[in-house]
């Protein structure tokens, strides 16, 4: 019996570790869960026999290695930054791992070692990054063999809550790493359009009030994401006049977040100690208000809107205009925000969430200019088996059951999918789970 170890049972993991489950029987494989907490892992793997906790450190090596030697694949929903320790165990090891995240400067340095031990570690294989590059490959790849010619390609992906459980004035709740929420788009933005190198900073990132429409659903707002360029040559685009991955929010997010900004709370590099400060005081902490007028009619006057703006109850919604007392000791104002945002934007059993992405694509073929829209929906079923974890999840368990069937995946080295032997078979499993992409050309 094959073992798959998993690193991580958080809120991504529900789906995963679910499909591991389901396939388990029929491919004679056992899934051991690993994460410091027990009742955690418990909660997600039940009764199964074929799965076994493992509570411990992940900074614990002589238990992460005793399990990695014993494993047949790794797949690691870790926090970002730990990724690099599994990895160099992964290498010493010779094992496959498989992971949702981004690939990193320190990953990277390791391109030669993971080449040389023979072994494949396939980056970016959850939704976003993940879905994106598969389905846009999958795109661009048609589009090329039958002779076209892309000069632009926008992508953009948000998690988002779903119309029925859409009953804040934010528009939004937290269907996964509520850090990552808070931390988005604080290094700025840069995407290429109509030929031209464009740079956002972060101040401005949030008021840009750009919209797209989508079937069925009408318009939503976007931010570009970090850095598109460095994606151009991985879709193998070339010169391509106009390239950017965005971030998608219902309207309403982007403004009341863009206010935030602006009044330093998502700032994560200086402590406050926020003992016996009220949270008016906190949140105002950076403006010299007005005295001789009631605070809140002073804010309003900072932020240009009325007491009576969509804007002013987004902030009083989450409870931050308040004369309470913080009390949460010395912390960034981005790690109070996180705390602020877990307790007033959660999910609550009964709320589902959704994936919403797309990809405008604007070609040439004989002469005749022709824009493609192609875009998924995805709702989630609960506040547990949320659409986040199910795109996140299941392209992973996919994969993992690729390679542990031996499908001639002859790939080593350290990759993102946006190869036709990874992203066909994968997306072409993904329509059993209601992840599908549907196509519109102008």
């Known amino acids: 019996m094959k073992n798959v170890l998993l690193f991580g049972a958080g809120k991504s993991a529900t789906c995963l570790i679910d499909y591991l489950l389901a396939n388990a029987p029929r491919q004679k494989w056992h899934v051991t869960v690993a994460d410091s907490d027990l009742l955690l892992i418990k909660s997600k793997i039940g009764k199964s026999y074929y799965a076994t906790p493992a509570a411990f450190d992940i900074k614990d090596q002589t238990e992460r290695q005793k399990l990695i030697q014993e494993a047949d694949i790794v797949i690691s929903l870790l926090p970002p930054g730990l990724h690099i320790i599994v990895a160099k165990d992964c290498i010493q090891f010779k094992k496959n791992l498989l992971t949702a995240s981004y690939i990193d400067a320190e990953t990277r340095k390791l391109a030669k070692d993971i080449q040389k031990a023979g072994v494949l570690f396939m980056y970016e294989m959850g939704l976003d990054p993940g879905i994106d590059h598969m389905s846009a490959m999958k795109l661009i790849h048609s589009i090329e063999k039958k002779g076209g010619q ?7 992906c948000g998690g988002l809550i779903s119309p029925e459980s ?7 709740k937290i269907s996964w790493n509520a850090r990552n ?13 109509k030929g031209k190198i464009k740079e956002v900073g972060y101040q401005q990132l949030f008021d840009q009030n750009k919209t797209v429409q989508i079937p069925g659903l009408g318009k939503l707002a976007y931010y570009p994401n970090r850095d598109s360029l460095g994606y151009i040559d991985v879709y193998n685009l070339g010169e391509i006049p106009t390239f950017m991955r965005a971030t998608l929010r219902f ?8 206010a935030l900004v602006k009044l330093g709370l998502t700032e994560d590099t200086t402590k406050v100690n926020t003992d016996n400060m009220t949270w008016f005081d906190w949140t105002t902490q950076h403006l010299t208000l ?6 809140e009619e002073s804010l309003s006057a900072h932020l240009g809107v009325s007491s009576k703006s969509k804007l002013i109850r987004q902030i009083k919604y989450l ?12 912390q960034t104002n981005a790690s109070v925000l996180q705390q602020v945002l877990e307790s007033k934007l959660k999910m609550e059993p009964h709320d589902k969430d959704m994936i919403v992405m797309l990809h405008e694509i604007e070609f040439e073929r004989r002469n005749m200019a022709t824009k493609m829209h192609s875009y998924m929906i995805v709702q989630g079923e609960d506040n547990l088996r949320t659409a986040m974890a199910k795109t996140v999840g299941l392209p992973l368990g996919i994969l993992a059951k690729m390679l ?4 001639k995946i002859e790939l080593t080295g350290l990759h993102v999918p946006v190869m036709p032997e990874i992203y066909l078979p994968v997306l072409r499993e993904l329509e059993d789970f209601d992840i599908r992409f549907e196509e519109i050309f102008e």
Request: include cysteine; proline fraction near 5%; aromatic fraction near 16%.
């Open 181 to 193: 929420v808070v931390l988005a788009g604080n290094s700025g933005a840069i995407y290429r359009e």
């Open 404 to 407: 542990l069937q031996d499908k």
């Open 290 to 295: 007005d005295k001789s007028v009631a605070p």
């Open 251 to 258: 309207p309403d997010f982007c403004e009341g977040w863009n």
């Open 150 to 156: 892309i000069y632009s390609f926008k992508s953009y």
């Open 166 to 172: 859409n009953d804040n004035p934010w528009q939004y």
């Open 319 to 330: 409870g931050i205009l308040s004369e309470e007392f913080v009390n949460l000791g010395e």
